[in-house]
């Protein structure tokens, strides 16, 4: 039977979502694409106004397409969604994509007998023995209507940063219920239309609770918004790495420290076998000293320590468990005006009437009172609970997402062993996300048409065991479950090329192939 005659279903059209249906129809598969927005750039669609992408345009783009010329540097997140629907529009796939639909859950129709298989779906191949079948319940909002189709593959592109905030618990009497002022998360304000974001923080006292990226965007949007007059306060648990420039001594571009082949000899990578680990250790003290070194002349640049600011770990860890983001502009000259104030929590926060009161004070003992009229928690998303609430079966529900002591257990990022003809994409991070997911896609669409097949499900099963070991020793039992590549990302593109059989060394010259970053264009001619 032709695999192209199959049915294919993307659920999802982000970024991983466009680059998984434009490789499935250069292989003359006709997928169809389901994403409850109006429009493809999934998450770039519904950011703060401030939104920029966290790397140069350079780093952050298709193989195969290329920016215009007039793009910033660093692109706005609307240049963004412009890039991806260009992409969409240049290689047909917005004609395969169903906006306004919503998957509400899918349910495997077949003979499911994985706790027994050899190999993945029977075989190893995408459709197995060609019995079984995903059955997707689809809310479409343009008709009102909920409609049941099914298809003989599905890929899930659902991403992991939105859908399922995460709330912190709080103890009786001392949760949002007691506070006069409203909270929200940080989902909710950037959902918003940029005019009423902008109003409803005007002339608030507004305290933003997290330490992440998305925490300093938006202290600093509110501080342009209200000025030292109502000042933004930051409640901040575990300062992380945010840069102001991706050059280095302003002129070496971090790539070339950490995202190298050269750097990557320093990592004891998942299956690389015993000389690929004795040579890291070897070369452990060298990396130590460059990450020392860089971390330096981050901290003379940025005042970080000046605010108390300074990360508890390394920027090398930070790496590696992708928790490094850009700087908002002028952030830190926002701190010393007054406009934001930091506040330095190393316990936990509570709610009462008139605000929040954190249970120590950053050194001293006792509590601290910060008065508010908005709560705005910038406290991250449930990305395997999203991942979970997909699917009708409680058997899938159970495995496909891992649990509190390990990482998804996807088989190369992407494919669970236990469970049939169904592949994610965009689940994993990476230094650059975008560059991961077309590979993904690449590989997908190559498995779902023939070109290789899975190995053993022992196999997998023990590859993904692997790679949860690296992932834990590489981002610590607090990050492990973010599932980075950020530290391995060449060597984990070079499995996913040796499974397509393609040639894992894309460089011209050895100095090339060794010292300079790798980039979605070196990977251009791959389809």
Known sequence: MDHRTKRVAIVGAGTSGVAACKHLLARGFRPVVFDAGASVGGQWTRTLASTRLQSPHVAYRFSDF?????????????????YLAAYARRFAVDERVRFRSTVLAAEFVGDDAADGWERWNGNGEAFGDGSGAWRLTVHHDDTDTTQVYEFDFLILCIGRFSGVPNIPAFPPAGGPDVFRGRVIHSMEFSDMDDADAAALVKGKRVVVVGSGKSAFDIAAECAEANGVEQPCTMICRSPRWLLHDTNVWGKVDIGYIYFTRFAELMVRKPGAGVSSNLLATFLSPLGWLISKLTEAYYKKEIPMEEHGMSPEY????????????????RFYDKVKEGSVVIKRSAKSFTFRDDGLVLDDDGGGGGERVVQADLVILATGFRGDEKLRRMFASRRVRDIVAGSPETAAPLYRECVHPRVPQMAVIGYSESATNIQTC??????????????????????????????????????????????????????????????????????????????????????????
């Open 66 to 82: 290329p920016w215009p010329d007039s793009v910033d540097w660093y692109p706005r997140h609307d240049q963004v969604v412009d």
């Open 438 to 527: 077309e590979m993904l896609a690449k590989w997908v669409a190559r498995l779902l048409d023939g070109a290789f097949r899975l190995p053993p499900v022992r196999r997998m099963e023990a590859s993904v065991a692997e790679w949860g070991r690296y992932m834990r020793r590489s981002a610590g039992e607090e990050h492990f479950r973010r599932s980075c590549l950020g530290g391995v990302g060449i060597w984990y593109s070079d499995e996913l090329c040796r499974d397509m059989g393609c040639d894992p060394r894309r460089k011209k010259g050895l100095l090339a192939e060794w010292f300079q970053p790798y980039g979605a264009v070196d990977y251009a001619d791959i389809q």
């Open 314 to 329: 390394g920027l090398s860890k930070s790496l590696s468990s992708c928790l490094i983001g850009m700087l908002p502009e």
